[in-house]
């Protein structure tokens, strides 16, 4: 690694802040390129799976409805959140690039926690949408409009960008003498502040405030959801239409345990004991890269509305190569005709 002249800038003597970090990811796994050639896989498919839902609710206008205004929500925060990790997770291993400049590291740990934290809170909206169809099916309409989703998706980013910022921006006041290197495959929030030399405690509440803002209240809102939708449920008589109500949470519960699954589990092994950074770095990698893969083909792609949209929209596509195709051909025999009389 460098020399301390070359890796750090000092303040007055007493402040000290790294010129790069370094994230050193693994550590003593064999074949480990192999799976970082799955990450590059799995990010081509998210791309493709999300773009392409993206598109079809752009396009389509019977999609533009309350809930895929959250469904292209989700797409859109699994496309910028899997753009803003693993190309550069892929640049800094596989090309051994792994030296992050200080401000590139706060930006990288950032974007990674702003959209981790978005799709959180998406979910939870999701789940407010099943509530409200199932628990007042004859007043959904009415109160779940685009206005309603609307102002809730955009007080869902301004509380993240604010936490998320506050929490980032806090090492920015911290004194970074002694090891550099981050045991992480990301610049992530706490492996960086557990460098420091001075006083962490105001980071460590935020780490706290950030794990109860973004895992513990969406997990307890969506269990509370889930708890009124069993209540509504057991009043519905027949037993065919509790079935067919209870398919359409199916795909939101699924979602919600691929995203929380591992990130509860590494955060609790934390805290209760000792997690080996190998352990952890798969779990987490997995939460923040599976889900975007996942949401779009579990959640939309599979419905009745999304394929009914695709079916539309193949056949305008259809329809507008034809016109195209004939409109070529009679012109070209209007311009052999031309040339014949002449």
């Known amino acids: 690694m460098d020399s301390d002249e070359e890796a750090t800038t000092k303040f007055n003597n007493t402040f000290v802040r790294p010129a790069k970090f370094y994230l050193s990811g693994f550590s003593n796994i064999p074949h480990v390129k192999y799976f970082y050639v799955f990450l590059c896989f799995v990010y081509i498919m998210t791309v493709l799976g999300n773009g392409f839902l993206l598109s079809v609710i752009w396009l389509v206008k019977t999609l533009h409805t309350p809930k895929y205004m959250i469904v292209f929500n989700m797409a859109l925060t699994d496309l910028c959140g899997s753009t803003a990790l693993i190309p550069k997770l892929l640049d800094t291993f596989l090309f051994d690039r792994r030296y992050v400049v200080y401000e590139a590291c706060?930006?990288?740990?950032?974007?990674?926690?702003?959209?981790?934290?978005?799709?959180?809170?998406?979910?939870?909206?999701?789940?407010?949408?099943?509530?409200?169809?199932?628990?007042?099916?004859?007043?959904?309409?009415?109160?779940?409009?685009?206005?309603?989703?609307?102002?809730?998706?955009?007080?869902?980013?301004?509380?993240?960008?604010?936490?998320?910022?506050?929490?980032?921006?806090?090492?920015?006041?911290?004194?970074?003498?002694?090891?550099?290197?981050?045991?992480?495959?990301?610049?992530?929030?706490?492996?960086?502040?557990?460098?420091?030399?001075?006083?962490?405690?105001?980071?460590?509440?935020?780490?706290?405030?950030?794990?109860?803002?973004?895992?513990?209240?969406?997990?307890?809102?969506?269990?509370?959801?889930?708890?009124?939708?069993?209540?509504?449920?057991?009043?519905?008589?027949?037993?065919?239409?509790?079935?067919?109500?209870?398919?359409?949470?199916?795909?939101?519960?699924?979602?919600?345990?691929?995203?929380?699954?591992?990130?509860?589990?590494?955060?609790?092994?934390?805290?209760?004991?000792?997690?080996?950074?190998?352990?952890?770095?798969?779990?987490?990698?997995?939460?923040?890269?599976?889900?975007?893969?996942?949401?779009?083909?579990?959640?939309?792609?599979?419905?009745?509305e999304v394929m009914n949209a695709v079916k539309k929209l193949w056949n305008c596509t259809v329809i507008v190569i034809c016109t195209y195709y004939h409109t070529y051909i009679y012109m070209c025999v209007c311009v052999c005709v031309c040339v014949g009389i002449q």
């Open 106 to 304: 706060l930006s990288y740990m950032f974007f990674v926690l702003f959209f981790a934290s978005i799709q959180s809170w998406t979910l939870v909206i999701m789940a407010y949408d099943r509530f409200i169809a199932i628990w007042f099916p004859l007043r959904y309409h009415s109160i779940v409009t685009k206005t309603s989703i609307a102002a809730m998706l955009a007080f869902e980013w301004l509380l993240i960008t604010t936490i998320v910022a506050s929490t980032v921006g806090l090492i920015d006041r911290l004194s970074f003498c002694g090891s550099f290197v981050v045991k992480s495959f990301f610049c992530d929030h706490g492996p960086v502040f557990y460098l420091a030399c001075n006083d962490t405690s105001l980071n460590r509440i935020m780490a706290y405030v950030a794990l109860v803002s973004f895992i513990c209240i969406p997990l307890i809102l969506i269990a509370f959801t889930y708890v009124c939708i069993s209540i509504a449920l057991s009043r519905i008589a027949s037993g065919e239409e509790r079935l067919k109500a209870l398919k359409t949470c199916t795909s939101h519960v699924i979602l919600v345990a691929i995203f929380f699954l591992p990130l509860v589990g590494t955060n609790i092994a934390a805290v209760a004991s000792y997690i080996h950074p190998n352990a952890r770095i798969i779990n987490s990698t997995l939460a923040y890269t599976i889900p975007a893969l996942l949401n779009p083909i579990i959640y939309a792609l599979k419905t009745e």
